[in-house]
């Protein structure tokens, strides 16, 4: 089961792979926090505190990595000189999904995504007609729904507290759950008692 950690980009690279001579953009990241716990990486067991991974550039792939670059990591240049000298995307935020692979006899961490923080990613929009057509033909209906209140009312009943999930410990056969360092945060739905 592949895992997805929040991540900031330190350094890309152009490199070319020993096996068959690919070009590929190399990206490394560092890791920050698990998608499905919010726990920070370095308190999760055997998690590796870096990723990474090739954007490859070939006649089959090269438009996908200027999509990744461009609308996943933020890049604007039009040279990929640019990204072998300097880093002009360090810092830059991604989800980075990977998993384990093994690699003669060893298991080491393999990216298989990068995908953009906040979604939205790939979606098609419509074209400007449609959309205006479309939001024509439906606004009066949006503007007769009403509206819900943003906070529940005061006597309202509280959902159940529910367990933390537990994230594997990441250790290529186990399936254990290990999380270390951190309890769970009691939810605070008061509106009054925001922290800030």
């Known amino acids: 089961m592949p895992y997805t950690y929040l991540c900031s980009l ?6 070319v792979s020993q096996q068959k001579g690919t070009p590929s953009i190399r990206v490394a990241f560092r890791t920050e926090s698990d998608i499905e716990t919010g726990v920070l990486v370095a308190e999760i067991e ?7 991974g090739d954007l490859w ?9 200027i999509e990744t670059l461009r609308d996943v990591l933020g890049w604007q240049g039009t040279n990929f000189e640019e990204l072998n000298s300097g880093n ?4 830059a935020q991604a989800w980075v999904v990977w998993d384990y692979e093994e ?16 979604g939205g990613g790939g979606l098609k929009k419509a074209e400007p007609d449609v959309a ?3 939001a024509a033909q439906f606004n009066s209906l949006l503007r007769k729904s009403s509206v819900p209140t943003p906070f529940p009312a005061a006597n309202a009943q509280q959902p159940k507290a529910q367990p933390p999930r537990l994230h594997r410990s990441g250790s290529p056969g186990s399936s254990d759950p ?4 951190l309890a769970a945060q009691p939810r605070n739905d008061k509106a009054d008692d925001l922290p800030f």
């Open 132 to 134: 205006a057509r479309v």
């Open 88 to 91: 002009p995307l360090r810092g």
């Open 103 to 118: 690699y003669e006899g060893k298991f080491h961490p393999r990216v298989q995504w990068i995908n953009a923080v906040g």
């Open 46 to 52: 055997n998690a590796p505190a870096a990723l990474y």
């Open 10 to 15: 330190t350094s890309t690279a152009i490199a």
């Open 57 to 65: 550039m070939s006649e089959k792939t090269i438009e996908r990595t």
């Open 178 to 181: 290990v999380v270390t360092g």
